[in-house]
């Protein structure tokens, strides 16, 4: 006969017992995968991160521009990668981030990021940053910071200070002009039956 290693001291006891099966454990079970889980995507995340280092440092080391690398993952699979391009396609928009964006946005044959991960070696500059916002990713991870960056010699600090200024402080002058032409393009777009909204 199966001897019985405890026994419910009173019915207080066993609906105690009750209760912590019902509610705590499976609470406790769940966390503890989570915390696994967790523990997996950092893993995954740093070996993405550590492959578009690899790719700031191919970049720089072939001459195509600066030590910065970026690396687009959706469902586990890396869907658009690159480096910094600026040099060796005379194109200063050809950062890391916006070569990896065209190359996963023609991937997916979309105009956005959906369900996917940036990785960059680095924190991404105003530029780069609005083309993520664009593109609309899942999240962004990033490496070394803005201030790595700079202490490098890549400062993007004055751009954030431009943006903040009122446009007719900036020092590059810009100014406006034939508002009323550019706002009927406006129009017309508003109107337009068989536009794509995005
Ligand atoms: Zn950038």
Not at 23 to 28: E, G, Q, T, V, Y
Not at 56 to 66: I, N, P, V, Y
Not at 123 to 146: D, F, N, S
Request: net charge positive; proline share 5%; hydrophobic share 40%.
């Amino acid at each position: 006969m199966v001897q019985r290693l405890w026994r419910y001291r009173s019915k207080a006891h066993k609906r105690i017992i009750y209760t912590f099966n019902a509610l705590i454990a499976p609470k406790a079970i769940f966390l503890l995968y989570f915390k696994l889980n967790i523990k997996e995507m950092q893993t995954q995340d740093q070996q993405y991160i550590k492959r578009a280092i690899a790719l700031a440092r191919k970049g720089m080391d072939s001459g195509a521009g600066g030590p910065f690398g970026c690396v687009i993952v959706k469902d586990g699979q890396v869907i658009g990668e690159g480096h910094n391009e600026v040099l060796l396609n005379n194109d200063p928009t050809a950062h890391a981030e916006i070569v990896a964006i065209r190359r996963a946005t023609q991937h997916l044959q979309s105009f956005q990021l959906n369900d996917c991960i940036v990785y960059t070696s680095c924190e991404p500059c105003p530029m780069c940053l609005g083309a993520i916002y664009w593109a609309r990713p899942l999240k962004v991870v990033y490496a070394a910071t803005k201030h790595d960056a700079a202490a490098a010699g890549f400062d993007d600090s004055f751009i954030y200070e431009e943006i903040e200024l009122p446009v007719a402080r900036r020092k590059l002058p810009i100014q406006q002009l034939s508002t009323e032409d550019a706002v009927e393009v406006f129009s017309e777009w508003k109107s337009k039956s068989d536009k794509k909204p995005y």
